[in-house]
């Protein structure tokens, strides 16, 4: 059974860090893409950045140049470095691995980031 554990979430002052991570357990088979996406109240889920397989990153635009995403294969783990934090991001994010034939999620962090 797959299960994605997220940690590194909590509170945090505008302008200041956090790092999330996410470790899959269990096999999982066709991995496209890891990722990390977010939802605020009120909200739709959204996606914050994504990385392939081969490396390749994508960021929203409200995070690009603030956030950076990096993967360990071996581990099938990911990261989510950010920087910069702003009330905005303020959200429970949400781990994601994109595989064939399933994807699977996260139970999600709570982010926020105080004024």
């Known amino acids: 059974q797959v299960q994605l554990v997220e940690s590194g979430g909590g509170l945090v002052q505008a302008g200041g860090s956090l790092r999330l991570s996410c470790a899959a357990s269990?096999?999982?088979?066709?991995?496209?893409?890891m990722g990390w996406y977010r939802q605020a109240p009120g909200n739709q889920r959204e996606l914050v950045a994504g990385?392939?397989?081969?490396?390749?990153?994508n960021y929203a635009d409200s995070v690009n140049g603030r956030f950076t995403i990096s993967r360990d294969n071996a581990k099938n783990m990911v990261c989510l470095q950010m920087n910069s934090l702003k009330p905005e991001d303020t959200a429970v994010y949400y781990c994601?691995?994109?595989?064939?034939?399933?994807?699977?999620w996260g139970q999600g962090t709570q982010v926020t980031v105080s004024s």
């Open positions: 994601n691995v994109r595989a064939v034939p399933s994807s699977y």
């Open positions: 269990g096999s999982i088979f066709g991995i496209i893409s």
């Open positions: 990385i392939t397989v081969d490396g390749r990153p």
